[in-house]
């Protein structure tokens, strides 16, 4: 079965960097995307960035375009999250998916969809950026 454990989370100062991980297994690239959530307290989870892997075509929210990067490395069947000049706005738990649908990040990013998909998650980790 579709197993995704995110890694990478912990505590930053506003201006630098993390780099999140999400290790999938039962799992091979195909043509359905992935993407990266997040949600903070008192807020609904919301998308932060996707990829399709086999073509590698990228998205993002307008709050982190420019400053994070989402990748695949299909060697190592990872998505990593490279995120720089964080800001405090940033806290929250990240979530690694894949949703079911396949053309899920085409309606988020041209669209504007939101919500939780339906899909594969990750348990999450804490991004905690403090001033």
């Known amino acids: 079965r579709v197993q995704l454990v995110e890694s990478g989370g912990g505590s930053v100062q506003a201006g630098g960097s993390l780099r999140l991980s999400c290790a999938a297994s039962g799992y091979t690239y195909s043509t359905n995307c992935m993407g990266w959530f997040r949600q903070a307290p008192g807020k609904e989870r919301e998308g932060v960035a996707t990829?399709?892997?086999?073509?590698?075509?990228?998205a993002y929210s307008d709050s982190v375009k420019g400053r994070f990067t989402i990748a695949k490395d299909n060697a190592k069947n990872t998505l990593v999250l490279q995120m720089h000049n964080v800001k405090v706005e940033d806290s929250a738990v990240y979530y690694c998916a894949l949703p079911y649908s396949g053309d899920y990040c085409v309606r988020w990013s041209r669209d504007g969809e939101k919500g939780r998909p339906d899909g594969w998650w990750g348990q999450g980790t804490q991004v905690t950026v403090s001033t």
């Open positions: 990829i399709y892997p086999r073509s590698g075509t990228t």
